[in-house]
T-cell receptor, first 110, second 117 residues
Framework: LAKTTQPISMDSYEGQEVNITCSHN???????ITWYQQFPSQGPRFIIQ???TKVTNEVASLFIPADRKSSTLSLPRVSLSDTAVYYC???????????FGTGTKLQVIP | GAVVSQHPSWVICKSGTSVKIECRSL??????MFWYRQFPKQSLMLMAT?????????EQGVEKDKFLINHASLTLSTLTVTSAHPEDSSFYIC?????????????FGQGTRLTVV
């Protein structure tokens, strides 16, 4: 299973763009990259998933370089409600157990 | 998107008793479900992988006789914490692979807060 490395924590002011980078040097050919958001005492919530290049949805963008050894989650114009822990997961592509790394605790400051 | 529901959301039990937590995929069939445990300010720790119709696969260090997992149907997996002790107090979360994205996305339940007194 690919191991992921993320910054433990980040602070950002409201309205700014936040980029959280995740390293996954041992990503396998059939692995997808998925980001989840977790609020205290809640289950993780799916944000975005990608395989290569760039993916964008209504809440975030995901940038994946050609070698796929890292990925960057971009949150545009964060608000206080975006304060949460963000997890980068690598796997999927069929049956695959999902294991979590440490996650990044994002604190949005007024 | 697909919905996974856990029940109960929280439970308090006495030491030595058993507690059952249910995980249901409401609008899709899930052949594979996962059970996690999360202690305060820590990440989710995978406990076991539950496959419909077969025995669960436990992660190293997780006691299979203490944490009984049953996945009797494509929409329901249960975790029973047997002879619970205060150190078993934690946040338990299940997830299921499936839904619109097939098996590449895991959908999570809302979690169950277990407190053993």
């Amino acid at each position: 299973l690919a191991k992921t490395t993320q910054p433990i924590s980040m602070d950002s002011y409201e309205g700014q763009e936040v980029n959280i980078t995740c390293s996954h040097n041992n990503i396998a050919t059939n692995d997808y990259i998925t980001w989840y958001q977790q609020f205290p005492s809640q289950g993780p919530r799916f944000i975005i998933q990608g395989y290569k290049t760039k993916v964008t949805n209504e809440v975030a963008s995901l940038f994946i370089p050609a070698d796929r050894k890292s990925s960057t989650l971009s949150l545009p114009r964060v608000s206080l409600s975006d304060t949460a822990v963000y997890y980068c997961l690598v796997g999927g592509g069929g049956y695959q157990k999902v294991t979590f790394g440490t996650g990044t605790k994002l604190q949005v400051i007024p | 998107g697909a919905v996974v529901s856990q029940h109960p959301s929280w439970v308090i039990c006495k030491s030595g008793t058993s507690v059952k937590i249910e995980c249901r995929s409401l609008d899709f069939q899930a052949t594979t479900m996962f059970w996690y445990r999360q202690f305060p300010k820590q990440s989710l720790m995978l406990m076991a992988t539950s496959n419909e119709g077969s025995k669960a696969t436990y992660e190293q260090g997780v006691e299979k006789d203490k944490f009984l997992i049953n996945h009797a149907s494509l929409t329901l997996s249960t975790l029973t914490v047997t002879s619970a002790h205060p150190e078993d107090s934690s946040f338990y979360i299940c997830s299921a692979l499936g839904g619109d994205r097939g098996s590449t996305e895991a959908f999570f339940g809302q979690g169950t807060r277990l407190t053993v007194v």
